[in-house]
């Protein structure tokens, strides 16, 4: 029988060593199943990688000791409490960098898990000292040297890829920089709960659980529900069922949201948003209006912004009542644009088939609403062939929804991304088990399958596109 490679040289000295025996048993194990013999096994790659990973991990331990003082101590708790606070500390000044985001609860999950071994290390202290000490219930348990010992070893693996990851952070900048910097946190946080379990392995102090959860974001309102809204949490807002209580200024009183209502549409802000099947395939199909330039004094077609998303095209329309005269020979109009306090631009948009209005369509389009997702308002004048111009003023609120709901059914993203932001999103996949084979900044089919698969095992919309809900589960921000 094939035994596991024999340490030399510093190795000798933890021949002895519960986690060197276990590494070798595993090691042996494997080779096995590997159906490996004797004399392939001293030559294999498989032999050679495992012995360097042994040879990390003791030099990795090594370093614990300097980096933790109290690790591999014997009952020098007042040392385990001093590198809790230093962690502390470090959380502490990390934590000022971000306002939000996906690090900063991240380091808020660390420091409530330090703050839990903090708080029992020092009652354990206390108790030893015959002092008063905090009522914290929790189930005695009894000190395991042999799991300390391997907790021991994974926390030197762990700390491994913090200053990995740290190197990668240092020289990394932007999208990639974002996803380096989620995964630190992570590491570190998986640190300090190993922490918690060498400290009770070692000196047998139980733990509670520590549950968190967090705050809902914002949707688009379902406009099924209760009767009645609460007027007290919104004093301005509309006595109706269908109103989104993040805009109480809004009059949902008016006929386009109670039809929408009555549909079972989304509404958020001044727009309605309906999800529905494409005839002719079965893709998902959305139509998101604005209704802040809706009179009620008008009988006939009022003047709308339509966003849309139809059989796997985008388009980004203006409608109003006049018959419109175009230039016939390029079937376009000149259309002058201001966002917000923006200086004026001038543009071509595309004549509807009843020359009622003007468009985007296609990757035309996609551009265009990423320019406005941030925007609180958009001026568009129309010109006709013979002059005359057509205004028309738009409040954008609640638009963030409505192109999210758009683009996720049309399958792509409002964040402008560049070709390296796409090839660190396809590294992050693969390195995630989500193939998309050779990262070259492309989004292509490949990518697209690969990330519907991920948004699907983390139950998010399989959009197949870098959106901002998947890179915030991602860890990256906007």
Known sequence: MCSAPAPTGCLMLLASCPTYQAWAAVQTACYLDRGLSCDKLRTSQVCLEGEKIMRRTV?????????????????????????????????????????????????AARREALLVAQ???????????????????VSAVEPDVARA??????????????????????????????????????????????????LQAKYGIAFPVIQTSAAPNPTISDSAGDDT???????????????DERFPSIDYSLAPFQRASENGEGISGWWTVERTRAAVDDSPQVTAINHSAFSPSIYGDQTALIVRCSEGETAF????????????????????LRIDEAPPTRARWNTLTNNKGAGLFGTSA???????????????????????????????????????????????????????????????????????GNPDGQW??????????????VGLEQTGAPDRPTLRKLGLSD
Request: net charge negative; glycine share 8%; charged share 25%.
């Open 366 to 436: 996609e551009p265009f609403i990423r320019s406005i997702y941030d925007a609180k308002q958009l001026f568009i004048r129309i010109e006709e062939r013979n002059g005359q111009k057509h205004d028309a003023v738009f409040d954008l609120a609640g638009a963030q929804d409505a192109f999210e709901a758009v683009a996720g059914a049309c399958g792509w993203t409002t964040l402008s991304l560049s070709a390296d932001d796409y090839r660190a999103i396809q590294t992050a996949l693969n390195a995630g088990g989500y193939d998309v």
């Open 59 to 107: 030099a990795l331990v090594a370093c614990l000791s300097f980096a933790w003082p109290a690790v591999g101590q014997d009952g020098n708790l007042e040392a385990e409490l001093d590198a809790i606070r230093a962690q502390l500390e470090e959380v502490e000044e990390g934590a000022q960098k971000y306002d939000a985001g996906l690090i900063l609860g991240l380091l």
């Open 229 to 243: 809204v609460d007027a007290t949490s919104n004093p301005g807002a509309k006595m109706v069922a269908w109103a």
């Open 119 to 137: 708080t029992l290390v020092e009652n354990r202290i206390a108790a030893e000292a015959g002092e008063a000490t905090l009522d914290i219930a």
């Open 317 to 336: 329309i203006l409608i109003q009542d006049d018959y419109l005269i175009n230039d016939f020979r390029s079937n376009v109009f000149e259309v002058t």
């Open 149 to 198: 010992a391997q907790i021991l070893g994974e926390m030197a693996t762990v700390q491994q890829r913090i200053e990995e990851a740290e190197r990668e952070a240092a020289g990394a900048g932007g999208l990639i920089q974002a996803l380096v910097l989620s995964r630190l946190e992570t590491e570190r946080l998986s640190l300090a709960q190993l922490q918690m379990g060498y």
């Open 444 to 457: 292509g089919p490949a990518s697209k399958k690969a990330m519907r698969e991920y948004q699907a095992s």
